[in-house]
């Protein structure tokens, strides 16, 4: 089974500053997705950014990108320029690409609570 | 607006009273899951759908029902909720049932049994 690692469980950065989030994932597969989700006070779960593993240019969406070294299992998210609106409980996520009702699920890693300080 | 429905988004009830809380998506989407949300455990998931009258166990099924009648709706029921199902509930859905498409998610039901 796959497992997903988020090894801080806090971060704080000052506004405008760059963060790094880190994520580590355990896998025997070759295709896979990997995501960040982003959970506000609101609880709403936001998709971030996304990976496919076959792709080996690293994702972009405006500031946030992402670090995707797969002969290591690691998919770090760095957050540039951080907002206030960036504060949240960040969730690394996987998805397998095989075929099968089980795979589709979406194996959660335990979140890392980002505050951005004014 | 397309998205995906919950209700209720909050819910205090007693051990052994049975309860169900709604799902329903506009899209038309295939694949419909339940995750529960836990406190230094992330997201696991409980049941999940793969299209009309097809379920199957997630992770985590043990005190949960579901069914899937009809494409939008699908309804997590707790026969006889317990205190450790006290949670965050998290209903998802993509548009096919293949690891491709993005899961959607609703606003989440925050339930607490006493």
């Known amino acids: 089974a796959q497992t997903v690692t988020q090894s801080q469980p806090e971060m704080s950065v000052q506004e405008a500053e760059t963060v790094t989030l880190s994520c580590t994932y355990d896998t025997s597969e070759s295709d896979y997705y990997l995501f960040w989700y982003k959970q506000p006070p609101s609880r709403q779960m936001i998709l971030v950014i996304r990976?496919?593993?076959?792709?080996?240019q690293n994702a972009t969406e405006n500031r946030f990108s992402v670090n995707f070294q797969k002969a290591a299992k690691s998919f770090s998210l760095k957050i540039s320029d951080s907002q206030l609106g960036d504060a949240a409980m960040y969730f690394c996520a996987y998805r397998s690409a095989v075929s099968g009702g089980s795979n589709y699920k979406l194996t959660f890693g335990k979140g890392t609570l980002l505050t951005v300080n004014p | 607006e397309a998205q995906v429905t919950q209700n209720p988004r909050y819910l205090i009830t007693v051990t052994g009273k049975k309860l169900t809380v709604t799902c329903s998506q506009n899209?038309?989407?295939?694949?419909m899951s339940w995750y529960r949300q836990d406190p230094g455990l992330g997201l696991r998931q409980i049941y999940y759908?793969?299209?009309?009258?097809?379920?199957d166990k997630g992770d985590v099924p043990e005190g949960y029902k579901v069914s899937r009648k009809e494409k939008r709706n699908f309804p997590l029921i707790l026969e006889s909720p317990s205190p450790n199902q006290t949670s965050l509930y998290f209903c998802a859905s993509s548009l096919r049932a293949t690891s491709s498409y993005e899961q959607y998610f609703g606003p989440g039901t925050r339930l607490t049994v006493t």
């Open positions: 899209m038309n989407h295939e694949y």
């Open positions: 990976q496919e593993a076959y792709k080996q």
């Open positions: 759908s793969m299209n009309v009258e097809v379920t």
